[in-house]
T-cell receptor, first 117, second 109 residues
Framework: EAGVAQSPRYKIIEKRQSVAFWCNPI?????LYWYQQILGQGPKLLIQ????????DSQLPKDRFSAERLKGVDSTLKIQPAKLEDSAVYLC???????????????FGPGTRLTVL | KQEVTQIPAALSVPEGENLVLNCSFT??????LQWFRQDPGKGLTSLLL?????REQTSGRLNASLDKSSGRSTLYIAASQPGDSATYLC????????FGAGTRLTVKP
């Protein structure tokens, strides 16, 4: 079974530039998550999708970050404009449908390492 | 708000030692607790998932315990090997998933 795919793996940009990350979840997984992991910290949830609807985006800095999941499969996360403090690894995860809480087990992609200069 | 703490932040041991990593959380109303391994530049690999009704889970040289009432979990690694060197993260699963900052483990040959 193919895992969660992410691209690019690495990205270096200058502050104020824009960047986009792509995620392809495991086939059949209804829930998709984007996490931000700053060096030395644990991952922090940015946004959670259930199919193509947003379940939780309370920690997404909406003035500069946006995400979409068209057709309930692939997802893109965009930063515009980027700041120095956005340097981090951006992890995508997906989980299968669950009949109720708790969340289905999450499977993580390899991440995209973003460096903002 | 759930807060997850992992101690120690870093640990260095000689090969062959048994070791314990600690995870504590502030809100005991959780469904599951999960331990992950993260290698440099890589994503997260799930090691063990303990449901709230369970006390422990074992996989090979790894054993994870959960004491929900005291808000603690431990990951025990037996007979450590250099290949175990990585960052170990615990995550508590309630209405969302909250991670600790991780313990960076180095096993020296």
């Amino acid at each position: 079974e193919a895992g969660v795919a992410q691209s690019p793996r690495y990205k270096i940009i200058e502050k104020r530039q824009s960047v986009a990350f792509w995620c392809n979840p495991i086939s059949g997984h209804a829930t998709l998550y984007w996490y931000q992991q700053i060096l030395g910290q644990g991952p922090k949830l940015l946004i959670q999708f259930q199919n193509n609807g947003v379940v939780d985006d309370s920690q997404l800095p909406k003035d500069r970050f946006s995400a979409e999941r068209l057709k309930g499969v692939d997802s893109t996360l965009k930063i515009q404009p980027a700041k120095l403090e956005d340097s981090a690894v951006y992890l995508c995860a997906s989980s299968p449908p669950a009949p109720g809480p708790p969340l289905g087990e999450q499977f993580f992609g390899p991440g995209t390492r973003l460096t903002v200069l | 708000k759930q807060e997850v703490t992992q101690i120690p932040a870093a640990l260095s041991v000689p090969e062959g030692e048994n070791l314990v990593l600690n995870c504590s959380f502030t809100d005991s109303a959780i469904y599951n607790l999960q331990w992950f391994r993260q290698d440099p530049g890589k994503g997260l690999t799930s090691l063990l998932l303990i449901q709230s009704s369970q006390r422990e889970q074992t996989s090979g040289r790894l054993n994870a315990s959960l004491d929900k009432s005291s808000g603690r979990s431990t990951l025990y690694i037996a007979a450590s090997q250099p290949g175990d060197s990585a960052t170990y993260l615990c995550a508590v699963i309630g209405n969302d998933m909250r991670f600790g900052a991780g313990t960076r483990l180095t096993v020296k040959p």
